[in-house]
C-alpha cells in the first residue's frame, strides 16, 4: 500500500473527474493521501477533501507566494485549522524566490510564524523551497528544536544538503522529476538518502513522471516513482513501497497515534 505524502486533489485540473479518479486510487492501492494547502483558499477546499473521504487528509499552511494574504486575524483563523481532526501538518511553507512573488523579508517572517505554528501545535513540517536553499536551511535552523519534524518536499538541491536535513531529523519529499534523465543531482541524492527517510509524493498535478511527462499528475504514477527510487538504491521497488509508507505514518500520524493510545 501506498502512502501520497502531498498532493493538492483540490486544484481545479481535478474538477471534472475528482470523485472518480480519487476512487481509482483507493482500488489502486493508495492507502492514504496528504492533501497539502497553499493558500487560505485551499486550507478551506483542503480540509473539505479531507472531511468528504475518509482516508485523505490535510495540511494547512500557506505557500511563499501567497504569504501577502496573511495577517494577525487570517492568521488566527489558520491555526483555528490545525485543530482539525484531519489536520496532520503544517504545510506547505517555506521560501520561493523562483517565483519570487513576495518580499524575502515577508517570506522569512511568515515561515518563521508558521514554523512557530508548527511546534507549538507538535505538527511536522512540509517545507517548500525553491531556488531558495541557503535562506531556507538558515530559517529552519533558527527554529529547529529536536521535536520539530518534516520533510522537505521536492527536494531540488544537492547532496550536501540532503545531508544536513537529515542530520537534523527531517525527511526528504520524492517525485516524478527522479525520472527524469536530465535529474542528475536528484538522483545522486537518492542514492545518499536512506529509503527510511523517503517520502513519496506527487505534488499532482504537477511534475508527472516517467512515462507520462508533462500529462496531469496523480497519486495513481507513484508507482513510477518507487520503482526509479529502488533502482538507484538497489532494492525492491515493493520495499520502498513498504518503507516509504512506514515512514509516512511515522511523520504524520505520530500524534494521533498518541491520543489513541491515550
Ligand atoms: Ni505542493
Known sequence: MIFESHAHYDDEAFDLDRDELLGKCQEQGIEYIVNVSASLDSVKTTLALAQRYPFVYAAVGVHPDEVGGLDEESFAWLKEQCA???????????????????????QKYWFQRQLALAKELELPIIVHSREACADTLEEIKKAHTPELRGVIHCFSYSPETAQEYLEMG?????????????????????????????????????????????????????PYVAAAIAEL?????????????ENA????????????QD
Open 84 to 106: 482539525s481532526p484531519k489536520t496532520v501538518a503544517v504545510g506547505e511553507i517555506g521560501l520561493d524566490y523562483y517565483w519570487d512573488k513576495e518580499d524575502h523579508e515577508l
Open 170 to 222: 527531517y525527511y526528504i519529499g520524492i517525485g516524478g522529476v527522479v525520472t527524469f534523465k536530465n535529474a542528475k543531482k536528484l538522483k545522486e541524492v537518492v542514492k545518499l538518502v536512506p529509503v527510511e527517510r523517503i517520502l513519496l509524493e506527487t505534488d499532482c498535478p504537477y511534475l508527472a513522471p516517467e512515462p507520462n511527462r508533462g500529462k496531469r499528475n496523480s497519486s495513481l504514477n507513484l
Open 249 to 260: 505514518k511515522k511523520l504524520y500520524f505520530r500524534k494521533k497515534q498518541a491520543i489513541l
Open 233 to 245: 538504491k538497489g532494492v525492491d521497488t515493493d520495499e520502498v513501497i513498504r518503507i516509504t509508507n
